[in-house]
């Protein structure tokens, strides 16, 4: 297996929804997106527009952020999923460097206001349960939703169809412009979807990284 | 029953620990998932896969809806106001009281405007879960209290979508149709991408479509946002000028190109009635019937005779009078929109304004079929989608009026690829609907008061008489709501002699000092109440007004039972479904020992105490269509969950009760190709020209003559015009247009203090910033990213973050949504366009009560990008 997210960027209609489910799913710190929406501005009045580059972590073949870990906090799952061992990292920020994607995110602490007691106040749900979660000083990043696929496997599910086996930005997204599936079966909904639409490009092809995320549209 | 009133946590598709609800954030409405983790907190919400409307998708919004659940600011207890001075960033100084105590003074209260002043009490709310339906419509009716508006909503959303709507399809909006159209023109409008209704459907579908480039989307929208963005064609505009190219485009049309929908014209328009020199009817022998001109024995015959070979265009001589038929009117009057004369208007190209007809009208199809469940239609895949952008305008009336006839002519009215209507139209009970389309004498399609008598209709006009409402709706016999005028006349009441203005107003879902007018303004009409009652989540912008506030509920919290009848457009399904908990609030309700689940129990308790219950359980059975045994006993006494049990059972059977709402409670049907598309199969004619306008015209001249109120009545015409907006062209240094457009990430919604929301706007500087074309910001010495200075020509102002982009004409200043405020949780530095708004005669069309949204400011560097 060999998992891989296809994002049709002709698809997008830059609403967001991405972003949020997966803030809410993976429940990251304050600052932390692991899948945002950049939006940038092309063409000369009248014929300019935005475009929208749904973005996440491109779980790389040869992920610069591992070989640049000092700590082996980052590694590659067999199935090709990167990871950040939160209980390893020791906040050395290497990885973030050497990622040609800016798709790894230092949990700062820095979220909300200090009070006196030198406690913080959480505003969000989503605040206090990313302290719960996740590690002031260590990195973390998009999974792939992981544990959705893990999930999905041990209960007989389908990543890339079944919705509770699936990363939960591909789930959300009203436009559907977010295929996943396992790039080496031919029958599976990215399979399916490059044939289709394919080939796709990555993002800085000059990184020479393998990236298992890539680009139609 | 014995019951905890949540909804199960099994047997939805994704298994144990998933609740199915609603989302109400917005009037799109999904079908969610929610799930509850092992602490028993909602932790996600994922769309429901079983729901036809938006088959497991969700927006932003929507998966961010649980952070209100632990809001910190929630309002958990009554709280009665102890300082009596009230006005903007006033503290009332609240302290919290006991239900019993809140609710017997709002009862007395009740009680005593109820037998004395009815006329001058206000109910105010959007909550379209309930309004729709009949729980919340029941206390409204049965209360004998009337007064009702939905502010916001009625001067900036469908003043001039409802109306022409119902005239002209039957239905309460039109919409395009996401799996056939082929060519959609967005007249400020952002259908298609999470920014509109029928959003999840729309979207999905022409994403998919949009593969095989089987669509052209055109924005015409003096800003490039989402939906421009995306759109094949981004034409910009001049703000309040898409009434010159529309008509420029049917110009077009009907004159140079020839193309339009013929027998669409003659069989199910009034476009082959007579029209006299003085602008009505022919009426056959002095009736209702209109006549028409039959060209085999050039002879005028009433439009139901016996007619062989009906006229479509030509002036004829009648008994000696000159007639012409209503089309040959309309192209006659169209004339005046050459390309040219719409290019100085709006400025879009003369060739652009040729190009997009020419594209209308070849993708329009006109002849063609296609097959849909074995029956043959026809296929009419040019189509257009309007709403706000088009309507919150000085003549938002004469807007709407040309923004139907395209589509009208080109016989693009409910048929796979035209506009749609949604099904308002399908009468009785859910599961046992009936299509129906009444008829006027003159054969047209005819609707009074719409929405469940809430919203009144355009076709027929309404009786003009004195006003006996502060909204002076009385006068307004074409428009939908007037509580613009709420606004105007309390300002003015020298001028405008409304009724005595309300002593008391009990609102909820409707934060009226930050959605309506500038707080100036607004703060003058609250302080004007003697007693306010707010129901709400979180002290808000209107609360700080307020006497007495009771805690609302989350929308997770709520059991709203089949929201209403829901529908996706054209070939999409049917569904019934509503909010149910998931969760119960962590504070007691207003009646002890009963779960609160939803604000109507308030509402019984109010009216239990105030000793009119009776008359709620009346008016229930009535506006529910109850009929034994679910009917109620107004003498006995029922819980909140006792009335939703009945009227589940009545709408959908035995054994569809509260039980299986909680344990299931989604219903779904496929529609028949009637449902779908049902203009084939009526024969009620829509309008290509409206008669009955002038007529509407000089009532609201003689009653207002008689009571000697200045009103403006030029806009009642036959055929519409481009009419020019109090912003146009004004002389410098107010001569920049500024104009608001929505993001998906709050659109439609009440998300401004949605942490989560908040966060991803801030990341884009969404609403903090404004738009400035390049040319204009060098001209004024601005550099992006610089805090500027916006003045409006009546002297409010604003400080906003610069943005100079290409995005937007040169005459424009653009910001996205509606932020600020100044309540707690409130981001007061984004841009907060309402407060910029003017209310005056200038700015309120008086047809349908918009309020032009197109401000003219000035806008000046402050000197910090220097």
């Not at chain 2, 209507?421 to 009970?429: A, F, Q, T, V």
Request: charged share 25%.
């Amino acid at each position: 297996m060999r998992w891989g997210m296809v994002i049709d960027t002709a698809r997008c209609v830059g609403c967001h929804a991405c972003t949020i489910a997966c803030k809410a799913e993976n429940e990251s710190p304050a600052d932390a997106f692991y899948a945002p929406v950049v939006e940038y501005e092309v063409g000369t009045y009248p014929e300019a527009h935005t475009e929208y580059l749904p973005s996440l972590c491109n779980h790389c073949e040869d992920a610069p952020c591992i070989t640049a870990c000092p700590s082996g906090a980052l590694k590659r799952r067999d199935d090709g999923i990167v990871l950040a061992d939160e209980d390893v990292c020791i906040g050395s920020r290497a990885c973030m460097n050497a990622c040609p994607y800016g798709a790894i995110h230092l949990f700062t602490g820095a979220e909300g206001e200090m009070l006196a007691d030198g406690t913080r106040t959480l505003p969000t749900v989503q605040d206090r349960v990313a302290r719960e979660r996740h590690q002031v000083g260590t990195v973390s990043k998009c999974t792939y939703c992981a544990h959705r696929i893990d999930f999905g496997l041990e209960n007989g599910l389908t990543p890339g169809i079944d919705p509770l086996a699936t990363p939960a930005c591909v789930v959300t997204c009203p436009a559907e412009c977010r295929i996943f599936g396992d790039l080496e079966d031919d029958t599976s909904p990215i399979s399916l979807y490059l044939e289709r639409r394919g080939p796709s490009e990555v993002l800085r092809p000059d990184a020479e990284t393998g990236a298992h995320t890539s680009y139609v549209g | 029953m014995e019951t905890d009133l949540l909804g199960a946590r099994s047997g939805t598709a994704y298994g144990d620990g998933w609740v199915r609800s609603t989302c109400t954030i917005c009037l799109n409405r999904c079908g969610i998932l929610a799930h509850i983790a092992d602490d028993g907190v909602v932790d996600k919400i994922l769309g429901d896969p079983a729901n036809p409307h938006n088959h497991g998708r969700t927006c932003a919004k929507g998966d961010s809806g649980f952070e209100g659940l632990r809001d910190p600011d929630r309002v958990t207890a009554p709280m009665r106001r102890t300082n009596p001075d009230k006005g903007v960033g006033v503290d009332p100084g609240w302290t919290e009281i006991s239900w019993d105590e809140a609710l017997d003074e709002i009862a007395g209260r009740l009680a005593e405007i109820r037998e004395t002043e009815p006329e001058r009490f206000m109910f105010s709310t959007f909550d379209a879960f309930h309004l729709r339906g009949a729980l919340v419509p029941s206390f409204i009716h049965g209360s004998g209290l009337p007064g009702y508006s939905t502010w916001s909503a009625q001067i900036f959303c469908g003043n001039n979508v409802h109306g022409i709507g119902y005239m002209n399809l039957n239905g309460f909006e039109g919409n395009p149709d996401p799996k056939y159209s082929k060519y959609i023109m967005l007249f400020g409008s952002q259908f298609g991408s999470v920014v509109h209704y029928d959003t999840m459907h729309a979207t999905r579908t022409l994403s998919e479509r949009r593969d095989d480039d089987d669509v052209k989307v055109v924005a015409i929208d003096p800003v490039c946002g989402a939906a421009a963005s995306r759109a094949e064609q981004w034409v910009p505009i001049r703000p309040g000028t898409d009434a010159a190219l529309l008509l420029g485009m049917v110009d077009q049309l009907v004159n140079e190109l020839d193309i339009y929908d013929r027998e669409f014209l003659l069989n199910k328009t009034n476009a082959p009635y007579l029209v006299g020199p003085d602008g009505y009817y022919l009426r056959h022998d002095g009736g209702d019937k209109p006549l028409v001109w039959d060209n085999a024995d050039n002879s005028a015959k009433p439009f139901d005779g016996d007619v062989r070979d009906m006229a479509l265009s030509g002036n004829f001589e009648v008994g000696g009078v000159k007639a012409g038929t209503a089309f040959q009117a309309l192209r006659d009057h169209v004339r005046r929109y050459s390309p040219e004369y719409v290019e100085e208007v709006t400025t879009v190209p003369a060739d652009t304004v040729r190009q997009l007809a020419r594209e209308f009208g070849e993708a329009s199809c006109i002849g063609e079929t296609i097959e849909i469940d074995g029956v043959e239609l026809p296929y009419r895949p040019a189509t257009v989608s309007w709403y706000r952008g088009l309507s919150a305008h000085k003549h938002s009336m004469l807007n709407g009026l040309a923004i139907i006839l395209l589509p009208t002519i080109m016989g693009a009215i409910d048929v796979p690829g035209g506009l749609l209507s949604d099904p308002y139209s399908l009468k009785g009970k859910v599961a046992e609907r009936e299509y129906s389309c009444p008829a006027s004498p003159e054969g047209l399609i005819s609707q009074g008061f719409l929405g469940g008598g809430r919203v009144g209709g355009l076709y027929p006009p309404r009786k003009v008489r004195a006003p006996q409402t502060p909204e002076m709706f009385e006068l307004l016999p074409v428009g939908p709501y007037g509580a613009i005028f709420y606004l105007l006349a309390s300002e003015n009441e020298e001028v405008y002699k409304p009724p005595p203005f309300p002593k008391m107003m009990l609102q909820y879902h409707s934060n009226l000092m930050k959605t309506s007018g500038p707080p100036d303004v607004m703060e003058r009409f609250l302080k004007r109440f003697e007693f306010i009652v707010s129901v709400t989540r979180r002290p808000d912008e209107t609360t700080e007004f307020a006497d007495i506030v009771l805690p609302d509920l989350h929308y997770l919290e709520r059991l709203v039972p089949f929201a209403y009848q829901h529908y996706a457009s054209g070939d999409g399904d049917l569904a019934a479904y509503g909010p149910k908990p998931v969760v119960h609030p962590p504070f007691e309700g207003p009646v002890p020992g009963e779960r609160y689940v939803d604000i109507m129990q308030i509402f019984l308790e109010l009216a239990r105490r105030g000793g009119f219950l009776s008359d709620v359980y009346e008016s229930f059975n009535t506006i529910a269509h109850l009929k034994e045994p679910w009917k109620l006993d107004p003498q006995a006494e029922y819980s909140y969950t006792d009335l939703v049990d009945r009227w589940l059972q009545n709408e959908f059977g035995e054994g569809m009760g509260l039980e299986w709402h909680l344990a299931d409670g989604l219903w779904t049907d496929k529609k028949t190709v009637q449902e779908k598309y049902p203009r084939p199969f009526f024969d009620a004619r829509a309008q290509v020209y409206f008669e009955f306008m002038p007529k509407a015209g000089e009532d609201v001249r003689r009653v207002t003559e008689e009571l000697d109120i200045p009103w403006e009545t030029d806009d009642y015409q036959a055929l519409p015009d481009w009419k020019p907006g109090p912003a146009y062209k004004r002389p410098p240094p107010h001569d920049l247009y500024m104009v608001n457009l929505k993001v998906p990430h709050h659109a439609l919604g009440h998300t401004h203090k949605n942490p989560l929301l908040t966060a991803v706007a801030s990341a884009h500087n969404d609403l903090r910033s404004v738009w400035i074309h390049p040319e204009t910001a060098r001209a004024r010495g601005i550099v992006d990213g610089e805090q500027v200075t916006i003045e409006t020509f009546e002297g409010r102002r604003q400080t906003a973050a610069a943005r100079v982009t290409q995005l937007v004409h040169p005459e424009v200043v653009a910001t996205q949504g509606c932020g600020g405020g100044w309540s707690k949780g409130s981001n007061s530095d984004e841009v907060n366009f309402n407060a910029l708004l003017a209310i005056d005669e200038d700015h309120i069309d008086f047809l349908s009560g918009a309020l032009d949204c197109v401000i003219s400011v000035r806008v000046d560097s402050n000197g910090s990008g220097h």
